[in-house]
């Protein structure tokens, strides 16, 4: 057993670090209203340039596509992938590398290229890919004019024929203590966003547009992009704290039941030691007597 020196050492560690844990979750909790907030904002935003998009793309059939919605070329794909730039949030940043790496798996042959968001997506593929990285953003916050330009790099990468595919792979934020690892095609629109609109939708044809839905398409395009990579960061943003608040309540608790065990071990230490020192005490007397 240890000593009862030791034993008051580590309850004055684990509740030290239960304070830290208790801070933290406290922090994200806070956090994670406003970000659940702008990420469900975005997510109705979102669904409704997809559905105006449909509508505007039926509208063009028959006219050469535009270059968002042609078939991507033989190249290699491009991924994005967003993590965090912190631990200490559970399986959140693991889950997204590991299905980024097993694209990436898939796409061998090819030779994927990566655009990283967050530190620990950087530092993680910097050591196993890191002639893949083609762009890297760390320490950002969800933020339009990152988005913006992110999207642009990946729409001229496209259009170029530098990048067959686009896809992103984000975490979409279900509740606090339940995210879920996406991975969504962004280029090209067709089987994405593009889609045959059906009448119960009521969009596409009913519709008159003006100038052309061309002319719209050539504004509505690169916004969508950049709006779905913005909403993908805001997703991952609420992810990140509900990951961190559950992950945090957890290790309080658990720092709470490891003060328990260490404050029984303790009382039963003080306790063996009581007993000793009487011992002692009574065999003193009893040689005394004698």
């Known amino acids: ?12 560690s684990v509740r030290n670090t239960q304070q830290v844990t208790k801070a933290m979750k406290m922090v994200s909790a806070a956090k994670l209203r406003r970000a659940q907030a702008a990420a469900e904002s975005a997510r109705s935003y979102s669904d409704k340039l997809t559905e105006l998009l449909r509508g505007l793309a039926s509208a063009e059939e028959g006219e050469a596509p535009h270059p968002f919605l042609r078939p991507g070329s033989d190249a290699p794909a491009q991924l994005i992938v967003i993590t965090g730039d912190k631990g200490l949030c559970g399986a959140y940043n693991a889950s997204i590398i590991r299905m980024a790496t097993a694209f990436l798996a898939e796409e061998r042959g090819r030779g994927a290229t990566l655009t990283v968001i967050g530190r620990r997506a950087r530092e993680f593929f910097a050591k196993r890919a890191p002639d893949s ?6 320490g950002v916050t969800p933020d339009l004019a990152l988005a913006r330009a992110i999207g642009r790099h990946a729409a001229e990468r ?18 606090a203590i339940s995210q879920i690892p996406t991975l969504d095609r962004l280029l090209p629109l067709r089987d994405e966003a593009a889609t045959e609109a059906t009448p119960q939708q009521g969009i596409g044809r009913d519709y008159v547009y003006e100038p052309d839905p061309r002319s719209i398409l050539d504004s509505l395009l690169p916004r969508y992009i950049e709006t779905r990579i913005y909403h993908a960061m805001l997703e991952s943003a609420a992810s990140e704290h509900g990951a961190r608040m559950t992950a945090m309540d957890s290790a309080t608790r658990n720092a709470s039941e490891m003060i328990g065990r260490l404050t029984l071990a303790m009382n039963r230490a003080r306790q063996a030691g009581i007993t000793t020192e009487l011992m002692e005490i009574v065999g003193g007397a009893e040689a005394l007597k004698g």
């Open 1 to 12: 057993m240890a000593s009862l020196k030791v034993i008051r050492k580590r309850i004055v």
């Open 158 to 175: 496209f259009v170029a024929g530098e990048a067959g595919e686009v896809y992103v792979v984000y975490t979409r934020f279900r509740s």
């Open 133 to 138: 990285i083609v762009a890297e953003h760390v």
